[in-house]
Structures are given as structure tokens and as C-alpha cells.
């Protein structure tokens, strides 16, 4: 069965950091792309950053930029999501999935999902 399991969430002040690890199971994603996505109540959901099989391309949001970083370990079929400098904006549940197609941070690319794990950050 294939699973994506999303950890590392939690409650944070503005300025702190977290980061969120998703690992895979059920099936090999070196050669997928993987990102992470994030939803906030009421908005639309929005693609944070996105990294190749081959760790060379990474994509990032712009509101992201310089804040966040993700990377992965092949091995353990495992992406991670730092998160630095978090802001009360950043408050999403963060999804990570995985890509038979292309690397953007169009969701629909995207076939395997994980649950989520909620990032709030308080002013």
C-alpha cells in the first residue's frame, strides 16, 4: 500500500522554526519528484516547494523563498521541509506528495498524497 506519513508539525512563535519529514512506504520514490504543499482555512491550496529525484532542481514559492528549504533522503525514501523564520502566514496543514510527472508546484502533476500535519505560528 502505498503511504506518505507527514510529521513534525506544531505550534511555533513568529521567527521559530520547525521541520516537517514525510516518509514513504509501499513504494520507491527515487525517482519521483516530491514536494510540499499547504492549506490554509478558506484559501486555496498552494504549492511551498518542490525538489528532482536527482536533488539537483528545487522550486520554491515565492513567499517562500529564503525561508524554507527541502531535501531529501533517497535511501530512506524520505523528504523533509525546513522551515525558518516562520511567520503567522505560514499557518497551513502542509501536505507532502509525490509526482510521476514534472516538478512544478501545480498540484495536479502530483498522484500520491499524505495526510497532513498542521504548522500553526502565533504573532
Known amino acids: 500500500q502505498v503511504q506518505l506519513v507527514e510529521s513534525g508539525g506544531g505550534s511555533v512563535q513568529a521567527g521559530g522554526s520547525l521541520r516537517l519529514s514525510c516518509a514513504a512506504s509501499g513504494y520507491t520514490y527515487s525517482r519521483n519528484c516530491l514536494a510540499w504543499f499547504r492549506q490554509a482555512p478558506g484559501k486555496e491550496r498552494e504549492g511551498v516547494a518542490s525538489?528532482?529525484?536527482?536533488?539537483?532542481?528545487?522550486r520554491y514559492a515565492d513567499s517562500v523563498k529564503g525561508r524554507f528549504t527541502i531535501s531529501r533522503e533517497n535511501a530512506k525514501n524520505t523528504v523533509y521541509l525546513q522551515m525558518n523564520s516562520l511567520k503567522p502566514e505560514d499557518t497551513a496543514m502542509y501536505y507532502c506528495?509525490?509526482?510521476?510527472?514534472?516538478?512544478?508546484?501545480?498540484?495536479?502533476?502530483?498522484?500520491?498524497w499524505g495526510q497532513g500535519t498542521q504548522v500553526t505560528v502565533s504573532s
Open positions: 525538489i528532482s529525484p536527482t536533488y539537483i532542481i528545487t
Open positions: 506528495a509525490a509526482s510521476t510527472g514534472d516538478c512544478s508546484l501545480y498540484g495536479g502533476n502530483y498522484n500520491y
